[in-house]
């Protein structure tokens, strides 16, 4: 089955940092560009990244802008996402997914995503 693989997560005190992971499996990485997305309790699912296929150009949601930095490894199938600066409202599980239409990151809405991974957990929290 085609999925990413989400790891990283964890415990952190606010004003720290974290650095997920999601591994590809089953698809070719650069076919795609891949996209991190959160969700915490009660609210909706926020697109926070995406790392274009095509050129890596990148693109972040306005809440974690300056904080956070999306990156890949095509050698690897992996997707990074360094996280500084947490804030508790940072608290959600995050997942990684690839849009199946596009090999660039676009602000468009309506895109379809895939290959969801299961999602890790991170809590900030003192």
């Known amino acids: 089955q085609a999925q990413f693989v989400e790891s990283g997560g964890g415990l952190v005190q606010p004003g720290g940092s974290l650095r997920l992971s999601c591994v590809s499996s089953?698809?070719?990485?650069?076919?795609?560009?891949s996209a991190w997305f959160r969700q915490a309790p009660g609210r909706e699912r926020e697109e926070v990244a995406c790392v274009s296929a095509a050129d890596s150009s990148t693109i972040y949601a306005d809440s974690v802008k300056g904080r956070f930095t999306v990156s890949r490894d095509s050698a690897k199938n992996t997707v990074f996402l360094e996280m500084n600066s947490l804030k508790p409202e940072d608290t959600a599980v995050y997942y990684c997914?690839?849009?199946?239409?596009?090999?660039?990151?676009?602000?468009?809405?309506?895109?379809?995503?895939?290959?969801w991974g299961q999602g890790t957990q991170v809590t900030v929290s003192s």
């Open positions: 997914a690839a849009n199946l239409e596009r090999r660039r990151c676009t602000v468009l809405p309506g895109q379809t995503y895939g290959f």
């Open positions: 089953g698809f070719i990485l650069n076919d795609y560009s």
